[in-house]
């Protein structure tokens, strides 16, 4: 079945099919960086750190950084939850994170003084809310004690919230303290979903904390939903998806649940006989587009949407929206630098990894190193291939002259493999192929995983190594 999928005069049309969508999909990154993070190694150091932060010093400038906190504690366990996190009522051990989470801040300010201009912030987790006012309080003045922020109308600082755990004062006061865009995660309005995954969230704690931002004067309010949890079919999304559209947020998010229970051990407290079929979750990636662009949402990619009015998609017009650990940003220019127990910086032409336990990452501060475990240092071939994975993520098309006067390539021959498999998919109808440009079509954008996994050099490698192990990553649909 294939249902062409018109938002209207703001956006492409989307264009589902689910016999391709059931003949392509596999299992592919999500290209939150390039190369992925499953290549970093532990040859790659505080030391190669140092020296990325003092290339991009070198070659002067001065670009905005933006900034990432991890905080990784929450109150209760979520079945389904991939992320880093601790779970624990014990306050105190929020305590000395933080008291850990401050020194690091201030070494990364130490290195970056004179260009530490932050544009963007964003914390996550775990919970981050899971700190107290106080805390949070002490956090921020820290952390403008050793960066200088870009004015409230010009910064775009987000925090991800757990309505369950914040009330209407806190809310305001999370304003108070100079955050401007809120994230929170709602997963399924369905009580028996929402029972099935251990989050009772009540319908109307978060539209209360969706009417709190909005009286506080957030510029956004962003809502994640999962598809494929147990319990959910297309009746139940589909009153979800009316509960969500009446309370207008600005983003919406909408994950493919990936059940991975071998690597994530909370997963394998979830009913496998309640989870609903493979068709199933198509009918509802489906509904969930139709009706979110109908709805006059953009579709920005991925499992972004947003109104047309919201940064993202000006964006994504203007041809500047970037894609990091965060997912969609609009801040392309930006190193990005993290800050907390398995957080992930990008700085100049390097990744880098913090250690994901809270006492190697106490170790590490105690001697004065930053906590980074492991990380990679891209080559040519890698930056170069990082740009197409970008443009083709963020923009569905890729200029191929441009690419030739910005390295020393040409284009067709240097990715002539390449360009072979491309070829099959143009026959598939998800992209055209010209003699500047490479343009992905409607029925592509959903693929658009399957699309750069062509140009992901270290994936093909390791497909073709004869003991390779299997791969860790979620289906791109």
């Not at 999909?25 to 290209?31: A, E, F, K, T």
């Not at 399924?188 to 909005?214: G, W």
């Not at 009446?246 to 009913?271: C, E, T, V, W």
Request: proline content about 5%.
């Amino acid at each position: 079945m294939t249902q062409s999928l018109h938002p209207g005069p703001a956006s492409p049309a989307i264009e589902f099919d689910a016999a391709l969508i059931g003949k392509l999909s596999q299992l592919g990154p999500r290209y939150t960086s390039y190369p992925t993070a499953d290549r970093f190694t532990e040859s790659f150091g505080y030391r190669d750190y140092l020296q990325a932060v003092a290339a991009v010093r070198r070659v002067g400038g001065r670009h905005p950084l933006s900034l990432y906190v991890h905080i990784p504690f929450c109150q209760s366990l979520c079945y389904y939850c991939a992320c880093n996190k601790i779970i624990t009522r014990d306050r105190s051990k929020a305590e000395t994170y933080l008291g850990y989470l401050k020194r690091e801040i201030e070494m990364q300010g130490q290195l970056f003084a004179g260009a530490n201009q932050i544009e963007q912030l964003h914390f996550g987790g775990g919970t981050p809310t899971y700190f107290s006012d106080a805390q949070m309080d002490e956090l921020m003045r820290h952390l403008r004690r050793w960066f200088s922020f870009a004015p409230d109308a010009i910064g775009e600082y987000s925090i991800e919230i757990d309505p369950r755990t914040v009330d209407r004062e806190r809310i305001h006061k999370l304003r108070r303290q100079g955050f401007n865009r809120l994230s929170m995660g709602v997963q399924d309005f369905d009580p028996d979903v929402q029972a099935a995954v251990n989050r009772i969230q009540p319908e109307s704690m978060t539209l209360d904390a969706i009417a709190a931002a909005r009286e506080a004067g957030f510029r956004s309010v962003s809502i994640d939903l999962i598809y494929g949890l147990p319990k959910q079919n297309v009746i139940s999304m589909g009153t979800t998806l009316s509960k969500v559209i009446a309370a207008d947020p600005d983003r919406i998010s909408i994950y493919n649940y990936a059940h991975m229970p071998h690597l994530f051990k909370s997963q394998g407290l979830i009913d496998e006989a309640a989870m609903p079929s493979a068709q199933a979750k198509l009918d509802m990636l489906a509904l969930c587009i139709r009706r979110l662009t109908r709805a006059g949402y953009v579709y920005i990619g991925m499992d972004h949407f947003a109104k047309p009015t919201d940064d993202l998609a000006i964006a994504q017009g203007q041809g500047r929206l970037h894609r990091n650990f965060q997912g969609y940003s609009t801040h392309a220019d930006a190193d990005l630098v993290s800050c907390g127990v398995s957080a992930i910086s990008s700085v100049g032409t390097t990744y880098s990894q913090n250690v994901k336990t809270l006492s190697a990452y106490y170790n590490h501060l105690d001697k004065n190193d930053l906590p980074i475990a492991r990380g990679i240092k891209l080559g040519m071939d890698d930056v170069l291939r990082r740009s197409i994975i970008q443009m083709l993520m963020c923009n569905f098309e890729l200029s191929m002259p441009s690419l030739e006067q910005a390295y020393p390539i040409t284009f067709a021959s240097y990715f002539a493999a390449e360009m072979e498999k491309l070829r099959g998919f143009e026959q598939d109808g998800l992209l055209e192929i010209d003699d500047k440009w490479i343009t992905v079509s409607p029925k592509g954008r959903l693929l658009i995983r399957n699309i750069c996994m062509v140009f992901d050099r270290h994936l093909n490698e390791r497909r073709a190594e004869p003991q390779a192990a299997p791969l860790r990553y979620s289906k791109t649909i």
